[in-house]
């Protein structure tokens, strides 16, 4: 089973549409979980960190369900400019430092 | 707002060659690491760093491999011979103390081995 499952999409929504993607993760002992996006061919970006309570931010919201091991990100109100790859990441337990990444949703919006 | 740097953006080589790719990382950061990520694959740990020393190393960063930190803003990356498979986005990312996880990307140098 993969450490960190994602749907690869492509999504393709259009502008202004509300999608959602999901994660999932296979060690129940992880703790830290996180939204990155990439651009193509760019570096990833820290897009939010997702607590046990749930986040949001702006038009992002991120939950965390620890007893089905999945993270969401939901993109509300979607613009053309949040046609990227989101990546799923979350620590490796026994690890301060090291992360484990998911291969990532891609996400086109369309006009 | 403070980033990551990395030269060169590009890099060719031809296999057996050594490579040295630099990172200057965000001046308040006391972490740092290595990623690769080969053209359509996921992002996949290489090394951290923190207070001169390896903190971590993941499978792939064998002896072929070494970092450094050779003066107070930059941090190295250094191939020994390079291989055909060491083709790929070479990432460099820094974070603060108590956020190890919340980690700044560099813009990456592109190596391609021939």
């Known amino acids: 089973r993969k450490e960190v499952e994602q749907d690869p999409g492509p999504f393709n929504v259009p502008e202004g549409a509300t999608v959602a993607f999901n994660c999932t993760y296979s060690?129940?002992?992880?703790?830290?979980f996180f939204w990155y996006r990439q651009d193509c061919r760019k570096e990833p970006k820290l897009l939010m960190s997702v607590y046990s309570s749930g986040n949001e931010d702006g038009r992002f919201t991120a939950q965390l369900n620890r007893a089905s091991q999945y993270i969401s990100l939901l993109i509300r109100d979607s613009k053309l400019s949040d046609s990227a790859t989101y990546l799923c990441v979350v620590n490796m337990p026994d690890s301060n430092y090291q992360l484990i990444w998911g291969a990532g949703t891609k996400l086109i919006i369309k006009p | 707002e403070p980033e990551v740097t990395q030269t060169p953006s590009h890099q060719v080589t031809q296999m057996g060659q050594e490579v040295i790719l630099r990172c200057v990382p965000i001046s308040n950061h006391l972490y740092f690491y290595w990623y690769r990520q080969i053209l359509g694959q996921k992002v996949e740990f290489l090394v951290s760093f923190y207070n001169n020393e390896i903190s971590e190393k993941s499978e792939i960063f064998d002896d072929q491999f070494s970092v450094e930190r050779p003066d107070g803003s930059n941090f190295t990356l250094k191939i020994r011979s390079t291989k055909l498979e060491d083709s790929a986005m070479y990432f460099c990312?820094?974070?603060?103390?108590?956020?190890?996880?919340?980690?700044?990307f560099g813009p990456g140098t592109r190596l391609t081995v021939t």
């Open positions: 060690n129940s002992a992880s703790q830290s």
């Open positions: 990312a820094s974070s603060e103390v108590g956020r190890a996880y919340e980690q700044y």
